[in-house]
């Protein structure tokens, strides 16, 4: 089956201007989240949603950024007013449901952002 | 595409020997830890997954252990392939939220 499909795959944007990057989960995830990647580190936890219920956004790193996932499948993270430090790869995680035990969760391939 | 390997610690074997990649964690409580591998330009991609109850686990090709005393996690990989060569990281979660993730090790196989 489909894995977790992630678009644009590329997205460059000026600063200031405001992105919004979408995520389609696999068929039947409950769980979703999203991630940061700087270049030459480990993913960073941003917020993780529990079908349209956002249980924790702790890692959002600025009031610029929202998240939403209105009907509990595809997911949208937004920046508004981009910097040049939002410049990074935002990935994409899913996985089925939680109160099964931790399972894995499935990532996407991400959308690279640049900020110029 | 850029390298997610970047600045990051490398590990370099020859092709057909095995690879063991270690892992540092951070917090105490955790109760599951997982293992990614990361080509350039891709996600993070699932190896296998231990739970704190547990200090062993196989698969196919790879064997996570788990030390819960020193807080440290391996990676090992038997007869290792060119296509083995990527990013690694692990991952530990506490509760039911998202990973915290390691810095990564880039692994690269001498033909």
């Known amino acids: 089956g489909a894995g977790v499909s992630q678009s644009p795959r590329y997205k460059v944007a000026k600063r200031g201007q405001d992105v919004a990057l979408r995520c389609d989960p696999i068929?039947?995830?409950?769980?979703l989240f999203w991630y940061q990647q700087a270049l030459g580190q480990g993913p960073e936890f941003l917020t993780y949603?529990?079908?349209?219920?956002?249980?924790?956004k702790s890692g959002l790193p600025s009031d610029r950024f929202f998240a939403e996932r209105p009907e509990g499948s595809v997911s949208t993270l937004k920046i508004q007013r981009t910097q040049q430090e939002d410049s990074a790869v935002y990935l994409c995680a899913s996985n089925f449901a939680p109160g099964l035990g931790n399972q894995p969760q499935h990532f996407g391939d991400g959308t690279r952002l640049s900020i110029l | 595409g850029e390298s997610v390997g970047l600045h990051l610690p490398t590990l370099s074997v020859q092709e057909g020997d095995n690879s063991i990649i270690n892992c540092a964690y951070s917090n105490s409580a955790s109760d599951y830890f997982i293992w990614y591998k990361q080509e350039s330009g891709k996600g993070p991609q699932f190896i296998i997954d231990?739970?704190?109850?547990?200090d062993k686990r196989q698969g196919q090709r790879v064997t996570v252990l788990l030390n819960k005393t020193v807080k440290h996690l391996s990676l090992q990989i038997a007869a290792t392939q060119p296509g083995d060569s990527a990013v690694y990281f692990c991952?530990?979660?506490?509760?039911?939220?998202?990973?915290?993730f390691g810095k990564g090790t880039h692994l690269i196989i001498q033909p």
């Open positions: 231990i739970r704190s109850n547990m």
């Open positions: 949603f529990q079908n349209e219920a956002q249980l924790d």
């Open positions: 991952a530990e979660k506490e509760g039911a939220d998202g990973l915290t």
């Open positions: 068929s039947g995830h409950v769980s």
